[in-house]
């Protein structure tokens, strides 16, 4: 399962930040789950 950082957008494995999390590139404490559907439009008809 990946994550991705919430302040610089970077790809994070689980497990390395599973034991400390904090990002590794930036030293961000948050993350949002990595989803192949996130980028899904929703338009109003
Ligand atoms: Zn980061």
Redesign the pocket.
């Known amino acids: 399962m990946e994550y991705v950082?919430?302040?610089?957008?970077?790809t994070?494995e689980y497990k390395s930040i599973k034991k400390r999390p904090r990002?590794p590139?930036?030293?961000?404490k948050i993350f949002f789950k990595k989803r192949p559907d996130i980028i899904k439009r929703v338009e109003a008809v």
Do not use: I, P, R, T
């Open positions: 950082c919430f302040k610089c957008k970077k994070v990002c590139y930036c030293g961000g």
